[in-house]
């Protein structure tokens, strides 16, 4: 990764594939690892003042999906450019 920057809604990532990985896959972990990390980081933190809102707003949006069983964090959607 080269380069992210975090806007209120989106986030913008720089990123190169190496050894032929599809840059799809590359995202896909990308997006399930952070998600992971996020949703914990919510429910352990004692002093998270939205955490029930949070937790509750992303597993609704997991009932939605097929693909999600317990939290959606991220959209499904993506808009890649190559650079």
Known sequence: ??????????????????DNQKPELLLGDFKRDTSRSIIKSIQENPRESRKEFSLNYFKKDALKSSTTSNFQFWRHDNKPIEL
């Open 1 to 18: 990764m080269y380069a992210w920057c975090i806007m209120t809604n989106h986030v913008h990532l720089i990123f190169r594939s190496i």
